[in-house]
Structure formats: C-alpha cells, structure tokens
T-cell receptor
Framework: GENVEQHPSTLSVQEGDSAVIKCTYS??????FPWYKQELGKRPQLIID?????GEKKDQRIAVTLNKTAKHFSLHITETQPEDSAVYFC????????????FGTGTSLTVIP | GAVVSQHPSRVICKSGTSVKIECRSL??????MFWYRQFPKKSLMLMAT?????????EQGVEKDKFLINHASLTLSTLTVTSAHPEDSSFYIC??????????????FGPGTRLTVL
C-alpha cells in the first residue's frame, strides 16, 4: 500500500517569511495530492491540491509542486501570517481505485508575529 | 458548496453504552464516505470506507462489530460505537467524496465528533 511521509513535524517561521513542507510517497500509481489545513479542534480544510499531470499549482500565497519521478511534493506558503498557524497534512491517493487518502503525519506550523 | 455536517459535535457517555454519529453531505451526493479517528496531535487514521447501499470496507485492525457503519443514502452515513469503552474516547471525523460542479475527486470533512467515554 501507499506510504506517505511528511517533514518537518514542527516548523516555526517569522511573520512574512516563507514556509515549506515536504511529503514523499511510495506508490507510483498515486495521482492526486491534496493538502489540508487543520486548526485546533476543527475540521481539516482543503487548501490546495494537485494532480499528477501538472508539476506546479499556485493559489495566491500558497503553491504546491510535484516531482513524479522522485515521488515527492511540497507545500510552499509565502509571506506567512499568524493566521497561517495550524497543522498541515498532505495526502496521496489513486483516483482510479476509490480515492482512499493516505495522510502524512502532519506539520505543526507556527508563525511568529 | 461541498459542505459536510456531523452530529453530535460532542458526546459523553457511560462505558458499555452505544453512541451513534451522523455524517451528512448537505449540498451534494456522496457515493463514498470515510470515517477517521484522530488522536491528539496525530494524523487522521482511516477506519473504514462507506459506499452507499453496500457494506463498509474496514481497515485492518478496526473491529467491524464494534464500529457499525451504515450508508443508507447518498447524503447520510452513520457510525455507531457499540459497547463503548474509555479507550474509544477520541475525535471521530467523517469525510465525503464528491462535490458540486463536477468536483468529484476530493474529500470534504465534517467538523468532527469528540467522544468521551466515562
């Protein structure tokens, strides 16, 4: 089965700096990679996703890059703000076989004002 | 669009009783729903995949007789924790696959249910 690893587990950045979270996956059949943001006690919220037919996707201050050959994908947050502080989860799935998500272990991001 | 509700948000019960948690997709039809368990500061652990009109598929190590899942319609799935024990205390989150406007591939999460078993 799929195995998703996520690093780092904790990350602290100064407000305005960039934050990068990296994930690797093991199953080459995975073709869909969403990122979720979860605030304490709240539901995970989809913030961006990417499919295997593209290498990069951007939405304002958030971007995701995908390297299929190396089987890794990364979340980039620029100009970080205190409200970006949360736990971020990456996931990988194969849309052709039921879309079960395999989640990474999470990254706790703290943006220091 | 793509809103998922979950009820109740919090429940406290006595050991040995059963608790039912409902997960609803409010503005789309969800052919597949997922049930997760999340421990504090941990990732989401998939418990089972629920398909409308068929039996749920449970992950290894999850007792299907203890965690009963019913997906009776395209907008409702229920998880019943039977004969609850304190070790069942956790945050249970459902998600639904699907969405409006042809967005059928991602999962949208409910707000979660905090279960405490005394």
């Amino acid at each position: 089965g799929e195995n998703v690893e996520q690093h780092p587990s904790t990350l602290s950045v100064q407000e305005g700096d960039s934050a990068v979270i990296k994930c690797t996956y093991s199953d080459s059949a995975s073709n869909y990679f969403p990122w979720y943001k979860q605030e304490l006690g709240k539901r995970p919220q989809l913030i961006i996703d990417i499919r295997s037919n593209v290498g990069e996707k951007k939405d304002q201050r958030i971007a995701v890059t995908l390297n299929k050959t190396a089987k890794h994908f990364s979340l980039h947050i620029t100009e970080t703000q205190p409200e970006d502080s949360a736990v971020y989860f990456c996931a990988a799935s194969d849309e052709n076989t039921g879309n079960q998500f395999y989640f990474g272990t999470g990254t706790s991001l703290t943006v220091i004002p | 669009g793509a809103v998922v509700s979950q009820h109740p948000s919090r429940v406290i019960c006595k050991s040995g009783t059963s608790v039912k948690i409902e997960c609803r997709s409010l503005d789309f039809q969800a052919t597949t729903m997922f049930w997760y368990r999340q421990f504090p500061k941990k990732s989401l652990m998939l418990m089972a995949t629920s398909n409308e009109g068929s039996k749920a598929t449970y992950e290894q190590g999850v007792e299907k007789d203890k965690f009963l899942i019913n997906h009776a319609s395209l907008t409702l799935s229920t998880l019943t924790v039977t004969s609850a024990h304190p070790e069942d205390s956790s945050f249970y989150i459902c998600s639904a696959r699907g969405g409006a406007s042809g967005t059928t591939d991602t999962q949208y999460f409910g707000p979660g249910t905090r279960l405490t078993v005394l």
